[in-house]
């Protein structure tokens, strides 16, 4: 079993501009666009975003959205809706009520209700999925889900900005659940790691390649100016914005991650926005092991940022990793282990449940700036799979190999 290669998200820039370009003649398996996805239609097949929903709690379905470019109207409203009750952002996050107008996007996915259903209330008219490769060096796929602002007399669409801090958006509502189909062509996924609530990913296929859907909810995150600042217990956020965003690593990339045989469908999501990390497996230990930071104190210079992170790992991968070969046995069978720097506080709650075949791990209510997450067996016990020597097999290319482990993993089977 390869080791883990650890892969800071928030620094993929870095490490990206280190790695050496490919041969002139060594063509890629495929290319991520570098530019933001476009809504898919009869032009645009692949590498484009299907559709956008919206299921704000208490809502029995989720809602569809519409797109419509910038300096289009959606349509009139036919009909009133009862508006939805006012949203009550988190005390960390500065949100207002009315918005200024940012940098300019493509469009909108919204509905031409969004007001009268009471969703405008945090400042914002609709939605702006900013799907692409995480940087122009790298396929891993970033998404950022962005509050935009309409003109009402030419439709143009900006991103919508605080009007007391107007170099940042306001904040996504934390009461809405949103849900992303994009078509990512031949590209593989591996592990996501996202800033957001219940970050979920679920892949499957088309007539045009491989599938994503994305679905998770905004959280207060406390954004840092520098690198600095998310070090020690005196750093101050420059803003706090509730934000939906991720990074989703490509197993086929040249920079490809992952530990032999895993689903590819792990996920890791927190609100420390800066120096995050992807998962890192240590094979002698048998653990595995997050970072995640932010500022200290939100942008009040007062208030201390209150983190989380949850991890979602299905059940096969922990049979994979740690021989758990019964899922119900987790919250006894593993341990999760929480340190933070000097004057932080240690989780105020942790949990281990299992659900839908993954094993949940959720810490919450911490102090940042750093701590570190590490996922162990317990000592005590004594029910581990044994590790076998099998024959497994893969289901497409039929391919025979022999390993020491758990089980075959994803795509095999042992013969």
Request: proline share 5%.
């Amino acid at each position: 079993m390869n080791r883990i290669k650890a892969i800071l998200a928030a620094a993929i820039l870095v490490f990206a501009a280190l790695t050496p370009a490919p041969a002139a003649n060594a063509a890629p398996a495929f290319a991520v666009p570098k530019t933001p996805f476009h809504t898919c239609d009869s032009t645009w097949v692949t590498f484009c975003v299907e559709s956008v929903s919206v299921q704000s709690l208490g809502m029995a379905q989720p809602q569809a959205l519409t797109w419509a470019p910038s300096g289009t109207a959606l349509g009139t409203v036919t009909a009133q809706v009862t508006p939805a009750p006012s949203v009550t952002a988190d005390p960390n996050s500065l949100v207002a009520a009315t918005s200024v107008a940012g940098a300019a996007v493509a469009g909108r996915w919204s509905t031409p209700t969004w007001s009268t259903d009471g969703r405008n209330a945090l400042g914002y008219d609709g939605l702006f999925v900013d799907v692409k490769a995480a940087n122009a060096f790298t396929n891993h796929l970033f998404f950022d889900v962005r509050p935009v602002k309409v003109d009402p007399t030419s439709n143009a669409t900006t991103q919508a900005n605080q009007t007391d801090n107007p170099k940042f958006a306001v904040g996504l509502s934390p009461d809405d659940i949103v849900t992303i189909k994009v078509r990512v062509g031949a590209a593989i996924t591996d592990v996501t790691v996202g800033i957001g609530n219940s970050i979920s990913v679920t892949k499957g296929t088309d007539a045009q390649g491989n599938t994503l859907t994305i679905t998770g909810s905004a959280v207060p995150v406390g954004v840092a100016s520098k690198t600095s600042d998310c070090s020690g217990e005196a750093g101050v956020a420059i803003a706090n914005v509730s934000q939906l965003q991720a990074t989703i690593i490509v197993a086929n990339d040249d920079m490809g991650f992952g530990v032999d045989g895993v689903s590819g469908n792990m996920a890791v999501a927190t609100n420390g926005s800066c120096g995050t990390s992807t998962p890192v497996w240590d094979e002698a230990s048998k653990s595995l092991s997050w970072t995640a930071s932010a500022p200290h104190f939100a942008k009040d210079g007062v208030t201390v940022n209150k983190g989380f992170y949850k991890a979602s790992i299905p059940v096969n991968d922990a049979l994979l990793l740690w021989g758990l070969s019964n899922p119900k046995d987790a919250a006894t069978a593993l341990t999760v282990q929480i340190s933070t720097e000097e004057g932080g506080s240690s989780a105020a709650l942790t949990k281990i449940a299992v659900k839908n075949n993954k094993i949940i791990i959720d810490s919450s209510g911490f102090s940042y700036s750093k701590p570190t997450f590490k996922i162990v067996r317990n000592a005590s016990y004594k029910k581990w799979a044994v590790a076998k020597k099998l024959t497994c097999v893969d289901l497409k290319t039929k391919k025979v190999s022999k390993v020491t482990g758990f089980a075959c993993g994803e795509g095999k089977k042992q013969k």
